[in-house]
């Protein structure tokens, strides 16, 4: 992002004091744009030039930094879920939608979502409304009474699953605790996924 801030618009280290943990590709951009002396009526046609030119450079920072990996116990869930017919997967996700593709296929789990159907950061600029889209997406025009469950990191998921009547799990693989995430209302908290069993029946509600 730093990258194609600089690019566009000649500003060196432009979100060195912008929060992105747990926010949407929108919020992060708008903040940094906003502070940058851009005013709302642009912002929209902005975003859409700022998305084009940072996705290659996302492209190249995947490569560039080998030491990405996923989480424990990530890839042996979502292949554990996705053999039940009982449970959909779908993505709730602050990246840019382009963004969210690439990294997927990057880490090797983007066969777990063919259509990479959900909600993006594209969608809004906050997260629980990112979450609503999703769940509708994800719905089709299913029956509302279907468990939901978001699986997050930060508080800002933790929030967005409660306004959307949704089951929290929190999993303390960022900065905040197990402490922290239940604290602010998740209403299950992990270490990580590593205890798979554990995560599936939270997730699965058995």
Known sequence: ????????????????????????????FRDCARANGFGDDVLDAEQRRFADTYIPHLERALIEVPRGHLMPGIAAI???LDARDDV????????????????????????????????FGDDAEERAEVIRIGIERLRSGASG???IVIVG????????????????????????????????GANAALDDLSDIE???????GS
């Open 1 to 28: 992002m730093t990258r194609a801030f600089r690019d566009l618009y000649g500003v060196d280290d432009a979100f060195g004091r912008v929060e992105f943990s747990g926010r949407t590709d929108t919020a992060i």
């Open 198 to 204: 554990r995560a599936i029946a939270l997730i699965c």
């Open 145 to 147: 009474n279907t468990r």
């Open 88 to 119: 959909m997967q779908g993505l709730g996700t602050g990246n840019f939608r382009r963004g969210a593709e690439i990294k997927l296929r990057h880490f090797g789990i983007d066969e777990y979502f063919p259509a990479c159907v959900g909600g």
């Open 153 to 184: 990191d930060t508080p800002h998921d933790v929030a967005a699953a409660r306004a959307n009547g949704a089951y929290a799990l929190g999993v303390a693989t960022g900065r905040d605790s197990v402490a922290d995430l239940l604290a602010c």
């Open 78 to 80: 979502l292949a554990a």
